[in-house]
């Protein structure tokens, strides 16, 4: 789903923020974007492909010993 110039995608009961354009990619991280032309490696080329990485994270067991990052 989009509002305005934020895209944002749902996974199972979470939403999640995602961050760039069909120019420089999508990632959920914003730090992702330090400038117009500027990108990390980790950026994905469509939102099917964050939409799938998020999916996978969200579906994984947690490992034991790991806890959720806070918010």
């Known amino acids: 789903m989009t509002g305005g110039e934020q895209t944002y ?3 199972g009961g979470g939403v999640f923020p995602v ?3 069909f ?3 999508f990632s959920p991280l914003a730090q992702d974007f330090g400038g117009m032309a500027v990108c990390t490696p980790y950026v994905y080329d469509s939102l099917d492909e964050v939409f799938f ?3 996978n994270l969200c579906a994984a067991a ?3 010993g790991l806890r ?3 918010r």
């Open 9 to 11: 995608l749902r996974v």
């Open 19 to 21: 961050y760039g354009d």
């Open 23 to 25: 120019m420089r990619g």
């Open 53 to 55: 990485a998020l999916v």
């Open 62 to 64: 947690p490992k034991p």
């Open 68 to 70: 959720a990052h806070p």
